[in-house]
């Protein structure tokens, strides 16, 4: 039985965001993480597989010792060479099945799923968490979905049969919706990594209602 990491401020990468203040990708999970991110997702569309498994090992060395999970974006052949503790897919991208024979039995596997039929769906055999919305139009991922809003993020939610994190567009302030959709946590991107301070911007999803 595969042991879900702590989901509750997912931290997504974005490389432009991460260098508008010039941190980059690795000084912003540093940060983020010490101001109470639980889980970082590298995701770097425009990189090559090597560039994401260099990236990805200096990110795992960074983040050793704080408990923090490292998951890698649609990339599977990065995510086993960099030994990350999990995947996580996209609709559109490899399907569970392949992706879970890809990464082996022992990683964690998540999904995006933008519909109550595609989270009810997901074979929890395969897939361990799911990435739920977007709740909110953003310019992070401009060719996904109409946003949810918190009703619609409810409903698949309800169908999904594994925990699932809010994404698209959420902030410090959404900790108490995201919850009461059900949402185990937060997968957050420009709310910290297009902030001058990712630990701060981190901090203060701390203590929200």
């Known amino acids: 039985m595969r042991r879900l990491p702590d989901l509750a401020l997912y931290l997504v990468l974005d490389p432009v965001l991460c260098d508008r203040h010039g941190h980059g990708m ?3 999970a540093r ?3 010490a101001g109470g991110v639980t889980a970082v997702q590298l995701r770097h569309k425009t990189a090559s597989t090597a560039d994401r498994i260099a990236l990805g ?8 010792g704080t408990g923090a999970a490292l998951i890698v974006n649609d990339d599977a052949a990065a995510a086993t060479a960099i030994g990350a503790h999990g995947l996580h ?3 559109d991208d490899t399907d569970p099945a392949t992706a879970r024979a890809a990464i082996g039995p022992a990683m964690i596997l998540g999904l995006s799923v933008e519909t109550p039929q595609a989270a009810a769906a997901i074979d929890p055999t395969l897939v361990d968490y799911a990435g739920a919305g977007p709740v909110f139009a953003t310019q992070t991922k401009p060719d996904h979905r109409p946003a949810t809003g918190w009703d619609g993020l409810t409903r698949i939610i309800a169908a999904c049969p594994v925990p699932a994190v809010a994404l698209g567009g959420p902030n410090a302030t959404h900790t108490a919706p995201a919850r009461a959709a059900g949402a185990v946590g937060l997968a957050v991107v420009s709310a910290i990594c297009g902030q001058p301070d990712p630990a701060a911007a981190a901090r203060s999803f701390k203590g929200t209602p």
């Open 89 to 91: 897919i996209g609709q």
């Open 57 to 64: 090992r200096a990110l795992m060395a960074a983040l050793d």
């Open 31 to 33: 940060a983020a993480v």
């Open 26 to 28: 690795l000084a912003t």
